[in-house]
Nanobody, 123 residues
Framework: QVQLVESGGGLVQAGGSLRLSCSASGNIFRINAMAWYRQAPGKQRELVAA???????NYADSMKGRFTISRDNAKNTVYLQMSSLKPEDTAVYYCNVAVTYTNGISAFTNDYWGQGTQVTVSS
């Protein structure tokens, strides 16, 4: 089993910054892509940013230039640095991690989700 623990959410004023973290632990052979999603009330969950195992990144258009995703492979952790926050960034943010694990015979890859962390931006 793999567990993801998120931290770093909170209340911030418009124009402020927050840094989210998501750490993976458990039966991990290799961590592949890591990503952040968010879901605002009444809306569908949407991709915020993703980072490949090699460090390539992609962002949703509305986050480009304001958010930065990074990872620390030694710590099995992905970060999301959010700057110039706007009220419309208010949402629950979830990390998503693709993990390869092995039973000693075969390797399997599954997606895992964090528990979500609330980000609230006041105007």
């Amino acid at each position: 089993q793999v567990q993801l623990v998120e931290s770093g959410g909170g209340l911030v004023q418009a124009g402020g910054s927050l840094r989210l973290s998501c750490s993976a632990s458990g039966n991990i052979f290799r961590i592949n892509a890591m990503a952040w999603y968010r879901q605002a009330p009444g809306k569908q969950r949407e991709l915020v940013a993703a980072i490949s195992s090699g460090g390539s990144t992609n962002y949703a258009d509305s986050m480009k230039g304001r958010f930065t995703i990074s990872r620390d492979n030694a710590k099995n952790t992905v970060y999301l640095q959010m700057s110039s926050l706007k009220p419309e960034d208010t949402a629950v943010y979830y990390c998503n991690v693709a993990v390869t694990y092995t039973n000693g015979i075969s390797a399997f890859t599954n997606d895992y989700w964090g528990q979500g962390t609330q980000v609230t931006v006041s105007s």
